[in-house]
């Protein structure tokens, strides 16, 4: 799947399961609060911090992709198309750090 299908798919998705998308800030919100999850399970499972029993059935990749539903909801509500919003990103850190990781000494 493509993230321009993903997009097309989550707004579908909303139009006849969701009745409408909620506000931007709402979504912002929510999020927050995904992203905090996802924080949860890295800082509990391969942390430091000691993983509550409630928390070991938590699936990682669920968590991920609430963060990605969000996002895709934010993007299609602001007019921002992802793939081209991706490409751009990358195409600027490949020229910003094209070099930089490399010249690193505390990644070799």
């Known amino acids: 799947m493509t993230l321009e299908q993903a997009q097309q798919q989550v707004d579908e998705w909303i139009k006849t399961h969701g ?37 070991k059935s938590k699936d990682l990749g669920d968590e991920m992709a609430d963060v990605l539903w969000v ?24 020229i910003r750090d094209k070099d930089r990781h490399h010249q690193n000494p505390k990644l070799k």
């Open 71 to 94: 996002l895709i909801c934010l993007a299609n509500q602001t007019g921002v198309n992802l793939t081209e919003a991706f490409q751009k990103n990358l195409e600027k850190k490949t």
């Open 19 to 55: 009745v409408r998308y909620f506000s931007e800030l709402t979504n912002m919100a929510i999020l927050t609060e995904e992203v905090g999850e996802v924080a949860r399970i890295m800082a509990r499972r391969y942390g430091d911090q000691s993983e509550k029993e409630s928390d």
